[in-house]
T-cell receptor, first 112, second 118 residues
Framework: EAGVAQSPRYKIIEKRQSVAFWCNPI?????LYWYQQILGQGPKLLIQ????????DSQLPKDRFSAERLKGVDSTLKIQPAKLEDSAVYLC??????????FGPGTRLTVT | AQKVTQAQTEISVVEKEDVTLDCVYE???????LFWYKQPPSGELVFLIR??????QNEISGRYSWNFQKSTSSFNFTITASQVVDSAVYFC???????????????FGKGTHLIIQP
């Protein structure tokens, strides 16, 4: 069974530029999550989707971050405009029902 | 609000020693789920175990064991006879159920960096 796929794996941009990350969850997993992991810290939930609806986006900085999951499968997370403090690894995870979450390899973003 | 505390920032032991990673959690829900994940140097989070709040049975899987105690809100992880390959950052995490039938996103601790020296 294929795992959670993410792209790109690495991205370097200048502050005030835009960037987008893509995630394809494990087949059949209705719930999809985006996390931000700053170096030396645990991941922090940004947004959670159940199929194509948002369940929780309370920690998403909505002035610059947006995410969508239009067909209830893959998802895109966008940052516009990026700030230096957005440098982090962005992790996508998926799960089925109340089962454990499986994580993708992440996208390492560096904002200069 | 939910919270997970991993007080040990870094632990260093010599190979074959036993080591315990501590995890203390806070939640107002009566139904919740606890997890441990491993993050090796490659960076990908690897699921190790999931425990339901209504099941306090301890679990053993090979050299790994977990001690869940609701009375002290702790979910500790022990590695017996540690090996160099166990070197990684280990995260404890908490999730609460929600009315939609799925689980909330995870609240992670800050992680414990485990170094196993040969």
């Amino acid at each position: 069974e294929a795992g959670v796929a993410q792209s790109p794996r690495y991205k370097i941009i200048e502050k005030r530029q835009s960037v987008a990350f893509w995630c394809n969850p494990i087949s059949g997993h209705a719930t999809l999550y985006w996390y931000q992991q700053i170096l030396g810290q645990g991941p922090k939930l940004l947004i959670q989707f159940q199929n194509n609806g948002v369940v929780d986006d309370s920690q998403l900085p909505k002035d610059r971050f947006s995410a969508e999951r239009l067909k209830g499968v893959d998802s895109t997370l966008k940052i516009q405009p990026a700030k230096l403090e957005d440098s982090a690894v962005y992790l996508c995870a998926s799960s089925w029902g109340l089962q454990e979450q499986y994580f993708g390899p992440g996208t390492r973003l560096t904002v200069t | 609000a939910q919270k997970v505390t991993q007080a040990q920032t870094e632990i260093s032991v010599v190979e074959k020693e036993d080591v315990t990673l501590d995890c203390v959690y806070e939640t107002r829900d009566t139904t919740y789920y606890l997890f441990w994940y491993k993050q090796p140097p490659s960076g990908e989070l690897v699921f190790l175990i999931r425990r339901n709040s209504f099941d306090e049975q301890n679990e053993i899987s090979g050299r790994y064991s977990w001690n869940f105690q609701k009375s002290t809100s702790s979910f500790n992880f022990t590695i017996t006879a540690s090996q160099v390959v166990d070197s990684a950052v280990y995260f404890c995490a908490l999730s609460e159920s929600y009315s939609g039938g799925g689980a909330d996103g995870l609240t992670f601790g800050k992680g414990t960096h485990l170094i196993i020296q040969p």
